[in-house]
């Protein structure tokens, strides 16, 4: 069993900074596709970012050059530096983990993130 538990989030006035991690526990970290995604109130789950096991990025083009993830396998950790925050990226941001060849998907529990205007 594979838990993920996020952390950084807050309240952020725009144009503000903050840094989203994410700790995931058991042994198969190195091995998986990192994510982070989103949800506003009213809209559906996106994805913002994502990391492959070999250190691919891709992001959602909106927050294309203002948003860096980054991953730690010696600590099992997944970061989203977020920078140039607006209020639209106001949501609640979720880690998930996903191991294609074992069709392994984890989520955690995500964290808040309020970008006042």
């Known amino acids: 069993q594979v838990q993920l538990v996020e952390s950084g989030g807050g309240l952020v006035q725009a144009g503000g900074s903050l840094r989203l991690s994410c700790a995931a526990s058991g042994s198969i970290f190195s091995i998986a596709a990192m994510g982070w995604f989103r949800q506003a109130p009213g809209k559906q789950r996106e994805l913002v970012a994502v990391?492959?096991?070999?250190?691919?990025?891709n992001y959602l083009e909106s927050v294309k050059g203002r948003f860096t993830i980054s991953r730690d396998n010696a600590k099992n950790t997944v970061y989203l530096q977020m920078n140039s925050l607006k209020p639209e990226d106001t949501a609640v941001y979720y880690c998930?983990?996903?191991?294609?060849?074992?069709?392994?998907?984890?989520w955690g529990k995500g964290t808040l993130v309020t970008v006042s205007s």
């Open positions: 998930n983990l996903h191991v294609e060849m074992y069709n392994m998907d984890y």
């Open positions: 990391i492959t096991n070999a250190g691919s990025t």
